[in-house]
């Protein structure tokens, strides 16, 4: 089943790499709808799940919300509505840097992180799932040449920077 008859399209991409751009979208959906499913139960988004899985991996010391947002691996430009919602919850806390205190850091409490912890099996059931029947070498495959879109995007992107176009 291609992409013209899921999305159900009657006439034919202006071009491959529309075809291959829409297909991206489409995968990247109904992938993010699997970990979205698997995170239902426990009322957390897949983008509060990742700030979680950040902050896990930050440890002890915690990382600056800025840090955050650089590892995020969907944009979202309010990290700080993000984190009021999971410190809310008392999932995760935030407090100044002693050693300078307009830094602010955010760290995972236990409670985030035991529910953290208990996600990591049923997403990578999930995220298996999206995998299920391909190869090793077929997964490697798709890993990298999607790293090579990752480049050019990153390229156009430095290029319409450098003539002001964006």
Same mark, same amino acid.
């Given at each position: 089943?291609?992409?013209?008859?899921?999305?159900?399209?009657?006439?034919?991409?202006?071009?491959?790499?529309?075809?291959?751009?829409?297909?991206?979208?489409?995968?990247?959906?109904?992938?993010?709808?699997?970990?979205?499913?698997?995170?239902?139960?426990?009322?957390?988004?897949?983008?509060?799940?990742?700030?979680?899985?950040?902050?896990?991996?930050?440890?002890?010391?915690?990382?600056?919300?800025?840090?955050?947002?650089?590892?995020?691996? @969907?944009?979202?430009?309010? %990290?700080? *509505? !993000? +984190?009021?919602?999971?410190? &809310?919850?008392?999932? /995760?806390? =935030?407090?100044?840097?002693?050693?300078?205190?307009?830094?602010?850091?955010?760290?995972?409490?236990?409670?985030?992180?035991?529910?953290?912890?208990s996600l990591d099996e049923p997403i990578a059931a999930a995220v298996g799932a999206c995998f299920a029947g391909m190869s090793? @070498?077929?997964?490697?495959? %798709?890993? *990298? !040449? +999607?790293?090579?879109?990752? &480049?050019?995007?990153? /390229?156009? =992107?430095n290029e319409h920077a450098s003539r002001g176009t964006r």
């Amino acid at each position: 089943m291609g992409l013209q008859n899921e999305i159900k399209q009657r006439k034919t991409f202006s071009s491959p790499e529309q075809e291959a751009f829409l297909s991206i979208l489409r995968t990247a959906d109904l992938a993010s709808r699997e970990v979205a499913d698997a995170l239902g139960g426990v009322d957390l988004t897949p983008t509060q799940y990742n700030v979680m899985r950040i902050l896990r991996g930050a440890g002890q010391d915690g990382i600056a919300c800025g840090g955050i947002a650089d590892r995020m691996v @969907t944009r979202d430009p309010d %990290i700080t *509505r !993000l +984190l009021d919602r999971l410190i &809310r919850r008392g999932l /995760a806390e =935030r407090a100044r840097s002693s050693a300078d205190r307009r830094v602010v850091i955010a760290r995972i409490t236990p409670a985030g992180k035991a529910l953290v912890d208990s996600l990591d099996e049923p997403i990578a059931a999930a995220v298996g799932a999206c995998f299920a029947g391909m190869s090793a @070498t077929e997964v490697g495959e %798709i890993i *990298r !040449l +999607l790293e090579a879109v990752r &480049r050019a995007c990153g /390229a156009a =992107r430095n290029e319409h920077a450098s003539r002001g176009t964006r």
